[in-house]
């Protein structure tokens, strides 16, 4: 089968399409026919080799994917049958022709999505549903501040805060991601490039702060995370695109607060966690995908490349330029 592979870590130009060998379903596991996978800022980290897969994971790219059951190994529960339309939830190995799956960390593609569609919701959302439910427990009313508010998670965040009847607000870059955020139901925005974002978020709040906060810039941010942080307030910290390095008082200001901190990755999580996480997504949030009464939520893909044109994707998601999901189409 091909594949996206690089020899040794560096720039996007180290991407290449290789042909490998298919991969066979082990107890328990879904052979997937692979139709469309999306970039993750992990795909990034892992080919500039500061990011390598858990073990026993495949090293090609690909921590989501979408297609077809092709094959089902040996203790398989029956919930799949060859020819089901899946979405998967992956360690690494989305970004081929074929990859295996355990049987538990595939959802059913909802009614009337692509492949295209499906292959932008399991990192991203299952990420910012397992932040919000599993680690930062948002509950109605809550003021839930999302820092990259135009990412994949970011995009995903805004319409699960909604769903939970909590107030999403967000930060980004540009002016047209912060429309893109207030598009997708963000209560207000702000621009942390030419604004202090914690002061508009205590005005906005009327002095209060916000309740939970999901960081993915990490060290540059700290401060006026803390500035904006209610009273027993969560700060959940997923990434470091801004540094982990951290000067000053952070933990005299955090205990001042009563507030917490906390720390999380999907990917590392072992396989009974992920079943878990991706079983309560499917029940709680799976149905408003589809058209309907309530909620719909819609995953946002920016742009579609082809595997050969891998490089590409990495270089336009290397440069921020994205809105929502960059998809590669097998």
């Not at 130009?13 to 469309?36: Q, W």
């Not at 929502?324 to 189409?329: A, E, S, T």
């Amino acid at each position: 089968m091909l594949a996206v592979y690089f020899d040794c870590p560096g720039g996007p130009e180290n991407l290449y399409v290789k042909e490998v060998m298919k991969p066979h379903p082990g107890d328990g596991e879904v052979l997937v026919k692979v139709s469309a996978s999306a970039l993750n800022r992990a795909d990034l980290l892992q080919r500039r080799g500061k990011y390598p897969p858990p073990k026993g994971a495949s090293d090609i790219l690909g921590l989501e994917a979408a297609g077809i059951v092709a094959g089902l190994g040996p203790g398989c529960k029956g919930q799949w049958k060859i020819g089901d339309a899946v979405m998967a939830l992956l360690p690494g190995g989305g970004q081929a022709e074929y990859v295996t799956v355990p049987e538990g960390h595939l959802m059913p593609i909802p009614s009337e999505m692509t492949f295209i569609q499906a292959a932008a919701i399991p990192e991203a959302w299952l990420t910012a549903f397992q932040l919000l439910h599993f680690v930062g427990k948002v509950q109605m009313g809550e003021r839930v501040l999302i820092h990259a508010g135009a990412s994949g998670v970011g995009m995903a965040a805004i319409q699960l805060v909604k769903l939970a009847k909590a107030v999403p607000i967000v930060t980004a870059g540009t002016q047209e991601k912060l429309k893109a955020a207030a598009n997708a139901g963000a209560a207000v925005g702000f621009n942390y490039k030419n604004e202090d974002f914690s002061e508009k978020v205590l005005a906005f709040t009327q002095g209060s702060g916000v309740d939970i906060i999901l960081d993915c810039v990490g060290g540059s941010h700290w401060k006026k995370n803390l500035n904006c942080l209610s009273t027993d307030g969560r700060w959940i910290v997923y990434g470091l695109l801004g540094g982990g390095e951290v000067h000053g008082d952070l933990l005299a200001r955090l205990l001042s607060k009563r507030a917490s901190i906390h720390t999380s990755l999907l990917r590392s999580r072992d396989k009974e966690y992920k079943e878990r996480l991706v079983k309560a997504f499917t029940e709680d949030v799976l149905p408003y995908f589809s058209g309907g009464a309530g909620a719909h939520l819609q995953p946002l893909v920016d742009s579609v490349y082809q595997l050969h044109e891998i490089a590409a994707a990495h270089r336009i998601m290397e440069e921020n330029k994205n809105i929502g999901k960059i998809v590669i189409q097998i």
